[in-house]
C-alpha cells in the first residue's frame, strides 16, 4: 500500500475540482477507507461502452495467449508466470491502435445498431480486457491448478487419465467457487469497507495509464524499447549460454569439495553468491520483484535469510535433524533410509493405491531436512496467520463487517446502482450445474479420479464455509490464508492410500476457494471502475472456461510430444522441462495421499514433531501481540509479521536460493532506490519495464522452442551450473555409488 499514493496524487490533485462538483459535498458519501478515497474517482460516465469489437477481440485473444505461455512456462525449471500487468501495459496502445484504424461505419442487426469503432478506446474496455486475461493468467497463479493432477498422473505416475475427465476436472474446480461467490457479493463487496488493498494497485495503474502522456520517451515507446531489449537477449540465458541462468561460482573455485557446493548451488544448496543473468530466474516463484512493495521485499528477505542461514545450517551441521546428512542438504525430492531417492512406483498396486507389503519392504519415507522444515514452518504459518489477524485485525475486522450491514452506502456503491445487477439466480444455476458436473466425474469417471461422491461434496462445504471468514480477512487485510494443507491432511487422514483422491479433495476444497476469492476481488475492481455487473460476470465465466481450456489443451499437448518430460534423471542436464512446480505436487500426493500423514507426520512417521508448529503457530502472533500491548512506545514490535516471515520460504522448494538471492537484490534496488531517488522514473516506468520484461521472456522462449524443436546446443556453458556434488550425502560411511545428482 506504500505505493499507491504515489500513483495517484496527481491524478487525484487534477480531477479534485470535478469531482467536487459532481457529486454531492457529503462525508457521508465518500468511502471511509482513506486509501480509497485517495485513488478511487468519485466520477462515472455510464455512457463509455463497454461491448465493443476491441475488447472482445483483445480480451480473447490475450487470454487464450496469457493461458498458452504461463502453462508452457508451468513444465520448466523456472516457471514465469506472465501476470495481468503485461496486459494492462500492451493493451493500451493495441486499443488506442484500433481506434484510430478500425472503420466507423454503423452496422444494423435487427433493431440492435454497433460500430466496429464507437469512439475513443476508454477505461471501462481496458478493464475488461485484463479481467480477461487475469482468467488467463489464473488470477496471477499461472495455469489451473488441477493441470498439476493430470501431469503427475501422466508424466510421475505413468498411468492414464482420459482427456474428457482431465477437462472436466480443470473446468469444475475453477468455475465451482464463482457460484457461492456470486451469492456473498453484497457481504464482501458492495459494502465501502470491505474495500479489497490489492484493488487499488489497479485501479491506481489504469488511472496512470490512461493519463495524457505528452512526454518525448512516452510509457508505450518505453514498454517497446525494453520488450525488444528482453526479446533479443533472453536467446542468451535461455539457448547459447544456459549456465548464466544460475551462476554459482563458489562451485566452480572448489570444483571437488562437497560442502563447497552445498554453500555455493544457487540450485541445490545455500547459494552464496550465487547469482543471474536470467530475468525468467528473477521473476519465477515470487512474481515481479519491480511490482513488490518494499516492505514486503523486507520481511521476505528476514524470514529467508533466518530459515536459509540460520536454521538449516544449524539443523544440517549443527544436530544432523532427522539424519541430515544422509540425505542432499536442499532437496524436494523422497528418499528411502539409504539416502536413495524413494523408488514411488515400486509401491504402487494396480488399483492406483498403496501396496502395503511393497511398502512395508521398501521402508518408511525419508525427506531432505530443508523440505522437513518448510512443513514445519508450513504449518506453523497457516496456522499463524488466522492468529494474528485476529488479535491485530479482529477489532477492524469486526467493526468494519457490523457497518457493512448498517444500510450506510458510499459514493461508488451509489454509483454502481445505475447499472443492472446480475440475477441471484444466475449464481444458482452456476452452482448447481458445475457441482452437478463435478458429482458426475466423480461417479461415472471414478476410477480415474479416486474421490468418491462424498468427498467432492466434503471439499466443496469446507470451500464454501471458509469462503465468506477468509474473504472478509483478505478484503480488510490483504492475507489469504490457505486451505491446501488443511486439506490433504484431513483427506489424508480419512482415505489414505489413494493419491489421486487426496489432490482432487484439495482441489476441489483449496482451489475452489481461492477461485472464489479471486472472483470477488475481481468484482471488487469492476466495483471501483464502474463497470456494469453484468459485464464482468459474463467476461469473468468466459475467460475462465477458455483459460482452463487452453491450459490442459497446452499442458495434454506437452505431455506427450516432449521426451521424457518431468524425468528429471532422463533429461540432460540442460533440460528445461524438469517441472519444478509438479514435482512438489507429486511429492505431496505421495505424502498426503498414498502413504498417508499417519505414516510420515503421524505415530508411524519420523516426523511426528512436526506437529509442534501448529501450537507455534497458535501462540507465536499471542506472544507478539502481549509484547506489543505491554510496550506500545516501542513501535517496531508491531511491524513483527510472524504470518509473513514463516510464509518467506513458502515456495521453496521448488523455488532455489538463486531465485530469492537475485529477487531481494532488484527489489531493492527498483523499490527502494529508484523509487526514493527517481520517484519520477519509477511512478512512469516501473510497471510498464516489468511488464515488458516478462513479455519480451515469453515470446523469445516460446519462439526458441519451435525454431529449435526442443533441442539445445551442447557445451560447458550449456552443461548445468556445474554443481555435481551440492546433493551428495556427507554422513560418513554412505556409498550411493552414482554422482549424486538428483
Same mark, same amino acid.
Given at each position: 500500500?506504500a505505493?499507491?499514493?504515489?500513483?495517484?496524487?496527481?491524478?487525484?490533485?487534477?480531477?479534485?475540482?470535478?469531482e467536487?462538483?459532481?457529486?454531492d459535498?457529503?462525508?457521508d458519501?465518500?468511502s471511509?477507507?482513506?486509501? *480509497?478515497?485517495?485513488?478511487v474517482?468519485n466520477?462515472?460516465?455510464?455512457?463509455l461502452?463497454?461491448?465493443? #469489437?476491441r475488447?472482445w @477481440?483483445?480480451?480473447?485473444?490475450?487470454?487464450?495467449?496469457?493461458?498458452?505461455?504461463?502453462?508452457?512456462f =508451468?513444465?520448466?525449471?523456472?516457471?514465469?508466470?506472465?501476470?495481468v500487468i @503485461?496486459?494492462q501495459v500492451?493493451?493500451l496502445?493495441?486499443?488506442?491502435?484500433?481506434?484510430?484504424?478500425?472503420?466507423?461505419?454503423?452496422f444494423?442487426?435487427?433493431?440492435?445498431?454497433?460500430s466496429?469503432?464507437?469512439?475513443?478506446?476508454?477505461?471501462?474496455?481496458h478493464?475488461?480486457?485484463s479481467i480477461?486475461?487475469?482468467?488467463?493468467?489464473?488470477?496471477?497463479?499461472?495455469?489451473?491448478?488441477a493441470v498439476g493432477?493430470?501431469t503427475?498422473?501422466?508424466a510421475?505416475?505413468?498411468?492414464?487419465?482420459?482427456?474428457?475427465?482431465?477437462?472436466?476436472l480443470?473446468?469444475?474446480?475453477?468455475?465451482?467457487?464463482?457460484?457461492?461467490?456470486?451469492i &456473498?457479493?453484497?457481504?464482501?463487496?458492495d459494502?465501502a469497507t %470491505?474495500?479489497?488493498?490489492?484493488?487499488l494497485?489497479q *485501479?491506481?495503474?489504469?488511472?496512470?495509464?490512461?493519463?495524457?502522456?505528452n512526454?518525448?520517451?512516452?510509457?508505450?515507446?518505453?514498454f517497446l524499447?525494453?520488450?525488444v531489449c +528482453?526479446?533479443?537477449?533472453y536467446v542468451? $540465458?535461455?539457448?547459447l549460454?544456459?549456465?548464466? +541462468?544460475?551462476?554459482?561460482w563458489v562451485c566452480?573455485?572448489?570444483?571437488?569439495s562437497?560442502? !563447497?557446493?552445498?554453500i555455493?548451488?544457487? %540450485?541445490?544448496?545455500?547459494?552464496?553468491g550465487s547469482?543471474?543473468?536470467?530475468?525468467?530466474?528473477?521473476? +519465477?516463484?515470487?512474481? +515481479?520483484p519491480l511490482?513488490?512493495?518494499?516492505?514486503?521485499?523486507v520481511n521476505i528477505t528476514v524470514?529467508?535469510?533466518?530459515?536459509?542461514? *540460520?536454521v538449516?545450517?544449524?539443523?544440517?551441521?549443527?544436530f544432523?535433524?532427522?539424519?541430515?546428512?544422509?540425505?542432499?542438504?536442499f532437496s524436494?525430492?523422497?528418499?528411502?533410509d539409504?539416502?536413495?531417492?524413494?523408488?514411488?512406483t515400486?509401491?504402487?498396486?494396480?488399483?492406483f493405491?498403496?501396496?502395503?507389503?511393497a511398502?512395508?519392504?521398501?521402508?518408511?519415507?525419508?525427506?531432505?531436512? #530443508?523440505?522437513?522444515?518448510?512443513?514445519g514452518?508450513?504449518?506453523?504459518?497457516v496456522?499463524?496467520?488466522?492468529t494474528?489477524?485476529?488479535?491485530?485485525?479482529?477489532?477492524?475486522?469486526?467493526?468494519?463487517?457490523?457497518a457493512?450491514?448498517?444500510?450506510?452506502?458510499?459514493?461508488?456503491?451509489?454509483l454502481?446502482?445505475?447499472?443492472?445487477?446480475?440475477?441471484t439466480?444466475w449464481?444458482?444455476?452456476?452452482?448447481?450445474l458445475s457441482?452437478?458436473?463435478?458429482?458426475?466425474l466423480c461417479?461415472f469417471?471414478?476410477?480415474e479420479?479416486?474421490?468418491?461422491w462424498?468427498?467432492l461434496l466434503?471439499a466443496a !462445504?469446507?470451500?464454501s464455509? #471458509?469462503?465468506?471468514?477468509?474473504?472478509?480477512i483478505?478484503a480488510?487485510?490483504?492475507?489469504s490464508?490457505g486451505?491446501?494443507v488443511?486439506?490433504e491432511?484431513?483427506?489424508?487422514?480419512?482415505l489414505?492410500?489413494?493419491?489421486i483422491?487426496n489432490?482432487?479433495?484439495?482441489?476441489?476444497?483449496?482451489?475452489?476457494?481461492?477461485?472464489?476469492?479471486?472472483?470477488?476481488?475481481?468484482?471488487?475492481?469492476?466495483?471501483y471502475m464502474?463497470?456494469?455487473?453484468?459485464?464482468?460476470f459474463?467476461?469473468q465465466?468466459i475467460?475462465?472456461?477458455?483459460?482452463?481450456?487452453?491450459?490442459?489443451?497446452?499442458?495434454?499437448w506437452?505431455?506427450?510430444?516432449?521426451?521424457?518430460?518431468c524425468?528429471?534423471?532422463?533429461l540432460? $542436464?540442460? =533440460? $528445461?522441462?524438469t517441472c519444478?512446480?509438479?514435482?512438489?505436487?507429486?511429492?505431496a500426493?505421495v505424502?498426503?495421499?498414498?502413504?498417508?500423514p499417519?505414516?510420515?507426520?503421524? @505415530?508411524?512417521?519420523?516426523?511426528?514433531?512436526?506437529?509442534?508448529?501448529?501450537? #507455534?503457530?497458535a501462540?507465536?502472533?499471542?506472544?507478539?501481540?502481549? /509484547?506489543?500491548k505491554?510496550?506500545?512506545?516501542q513501535r517496531?514490535?508491531? /511491524?513483527?509479521?510472524l504470518?509473513?516471515l &514463516?510464509?518467506?520460504?513458502a515456495v521453496?522448494?521448488p523455488a532455489?536460493?538463486?531465485?530469492?538471492?537475485?529477487?531481494i537484490?532488484?527489489?531493492?534496488?527498483f523499490n527502494?532506490?529508484?523509487?526514493?531517488?527517481?520517484?519520477?522514473?519509477?511512478?512512469r516506468?516501473?510497471?510498464v519495464?516489468?511488464a515488458?520484461?516478462?513479455?519480451?521472456?515469453?515470446? %523469445?522462449?516460446?519462439?526458441?522452442?519451435?525454431?529449435?524443436n526442443?533441442k539445445g546446443?551442447?557445451?560447458?556453458?550449456?552443461?548445468?551450473?556445474?554443481?555435481?556434488l551440492?546433493?551428495c550425502p556427507?554422513?560418513?560411511g554412505?556409498d550411493?555409488?552414482?554422482?549424486c545428482?538428483?
Open positions: 500500500m505505493t499507491i499514493p504515489l500513483e495517484t496524487e496527481l491524478v487525484v490533485a487534477k480531477h479534485a475540482s470535478k467536487v462538483i459532481d457529486i459535498d457529503e462525508d458519501e465518500l471511509p477507507i482513506e486509501e *480509497v478515497r485517495l485513488t474517482s466520477e462515472d460516465d455510464p455512457t461502452p463497454v461491448w465493443t #469489437f475488447m @477481440s483483445i480480451g480473447l485473444f490475450s487470454c487464450a495467449l496469457l493461458s498458452f505461455l504461463n502453462t508452457f =508451468s513444465y520448466r525449471t523456472e516457471p514465469l508466470v506472465i501476470s @503485461s496486459v500492451a493493451s496502445p493495441l486499443g488506442k491502435f484500433m481506434a484510430r484504424t478500425l472503420p466507423t461505419r454503423k444494423r442487426i435487427g433493431s440492435k445498431e454497433f466496429l469503432n464507437p469512439g475513443e478506446f476508454n477505461i471501462k474496455e478493464v475488461l480486457i480477461f486475461a487475469n482468467a488467463g493468467a489464473g488470477f496471477g497463479n499461472g495455469p489451473a491448478y493432477i493430470v503427475i498422473v501422466k510421475f505416475y505413468v498411468r492414464k487419465i482420459s482427456f474428457l475427465a482431465s477437462w472436466i480443470v473446468i469444475t474446480t475453477q468455475v465451482l467457487g464463482y457460484g457461492w461467490a456470486g &456473498l457479493r453484497k457481504y464482501v463487496v459494502p %470491505m474495500w479489497w488493498p490489492s484493488s494497485v *485501479v491506481s495503474l489504469f488511472r496512470a495509464l490512461h493519463e495524457k502522456d512526454n518525448r520517451m512516452s510509457r508505450g515507446k518505453f524499447i525494453a520488450l +528482453s526479446f533479443s537477449w542468451v $540465458p535461455d539457448y549460454f544456459t549456465t548464466i +541462468s544460475t551462476i554459482s566452480w573455485l572448489y570444483p571437488k562437497i560442502t !563447497a557446493h552445498q555455493g548451488s544457487g %540450485m541445490r544448496g545455500l547459494g552464496i547469482l543471474t543473468l536470467d530475468w525468467s530466474v528473477i521473476a +519465477s516463484y515470487l512474481g +515481479s511490482i513488490s512493495p518494499f516492505f514486503a521485499i524470514g529467508y535469510i533466518l530459515t536459509m542461514y *540460520v538449516l545450517p544449524t539443523a544440517y551441521w549443527g544432523n535433524l532427522y539424519n541430515a546428512k544422509n540425505f542432499a542438504i524436494k525430492n523422497l528418499f528411502d539409504h539416502g536413495e531417492i524413494y523408488n514411488v515400486a509401491i504402487v498396486n494396480d488399483k493405491e498403496i501396496d502395503m507389503p511398502y512395508k519392504k521398501q521402508g518408511h519415507i525419508n525427506l531432505s531436512v #530443508f523440505f522437513s522444515l518448510t512443513y514452518i508450513g504449518f506453523a504459518g496456522i499463524s496467520t488466522i494474528h489477524v485476529a488479535l491485530f485485525n479482529g477489532r477492524e475486522m469486526y467493526e468494519k463487517y457490523k457493512a450491514h448498517t444500510g450506510k452506502v458510499d459514493i461508488h456503491t451509489r454502481m446502482r445505475n447499472y443492472r445487477d446480475i440475477p439466480w449464481f444458482h444455476i452456476l452452482l448447481l457441482l452437478a458436473l463435478s458429482l458426475a461417479i469417471m471414478k476410477d479420479v479416486q474421490l468418491p462424498w468427498g466434503f !462445504a469446507i470451500a464455509v #471458509f469462503t465468506l471468514p477468509i474473504s472478509v483478505t480488510t487485510t490483504n492475507q490464508p486451505l491446501n488443511i486439506t491432511y484431513i483427506m489424508g487422514l480419512i489414505p492410500g489413494k493419491p483422491a489432490v482432487c479433495f484439495k482441489t476441489y476444497g483449496y482451489i475452489s476457494m481461492a477461485q472464489a476469492i479471486s472472483f470477488l476481488s475481481d468484482f471488487k475492481l469492476g466495483h464502474k463497470i456494469p455487473p453484468i459485464s464482468m459474463i467476461v465465466c475467460g475462465t472456461v477458455i483459460a482452463g481450456t487452453v491450459n490442459i489443451g497446452v499442458a495434454w506437452l505431455l506427450t510430444t516432449v521426451e521424457n518430460i524425468q528429471e534423471s532422463l540432460p $542436464p540442460d =533440460s $528445461p522441462w519444478s512446480n509438479d514435482a512438489v505436487f507429486f511429492d500426493s505424502i498426503w495421499g498414498l502413504v498417508g499417519k505414516r510420515i507426520f503421524g @505415530s508411524l512417521g519420523y516426523y511426528s514433531a512436526l506437529n509442534w508448529f501448529f501450537l #507455534f503457530g501462540i507465536g502472533p499471542l506472544i507478539v501481540w502481549l /509484547l506489543h505491554a510496550f506500545p512506545s517496531w514490535i508491531a /511491524l513483527i509479521n504470518p509473513v &514463516l510464509g518467506a520460504t521453496m522448494p532455489s536460493t538463486v531465485n530469492f538471492n537475485c529477487w537484490i532488484v527489489g531493492v534496488v527502494y532506490y529508484v523509487f526514493r531517488y527517481r520517484k519520477t522514473w519509477w511512478q516506468y516501473n510497471y519495464l516489468s515488458a520484461l516478462d513479455a519480451g521472456v515469453a515470446f %523469445m522462449a516460446v519462439l526458441v522452442y519451435f525454431s529449435m526442443g546446443i551442447s557445451w560447458w556453458g550449456t552443461d548445468g551450473e556445474h554443481c555435481d551440492a546433493t556427507t554422513a560418513e554412505l550411493l555409488g552414482h554422482a545428482v538428483w
